[in-house]
């Protein structure tokens, strides 16, 4: 199987480059002022262990309320799938998604939990929230 460098993205298949491109896109919130929750679920998430470079494999579950923007759920997809061979731990990688989301959509609110599937015997949760200070 051949590799692929992804400094080299001439040879990158296009889902490849989109991915490694993936940004956290907003648009305006079509109800701002109105409190309501957005529920996104992400069961494709991979990452790699830092300690051993096994793939740790999650299902994401986002849920804010929105202030003035919502993300695009095209772009969550790719940003989500930019972790694929990451090497960060289940909780890092948790927290810094969480904080991306944050920077991008300034939410009023927002929960993200990580369910990562069971290796080795052991089942991990990990479990992150925002508020915005009023």
Known sequence: MTQVSNADTSTMK???REIEEGK???FPNPRIGRYY???ITLPEFTCKCPFSGY???ATLHLTYVPNEKVVELKAIKLYINSYRDRYISHEESVNQILDDF???CD???AT????FNPRGNVHTVVEVHHKKDK
């Open 14 to 16: 296009y889902g490849e």
């Open 24 to 26: 956290l896109i907003t």
């Open 37 to 39: 929750t957005i529920n």
């Open 55 to 57: 793939p740790d494999f």
């Open 102 to 104: 944050v920077a991008a």
């Open 107 to 109: 939410p009023l609110e």
């Open 112 to 115: 993200l939990k990580g369910d």
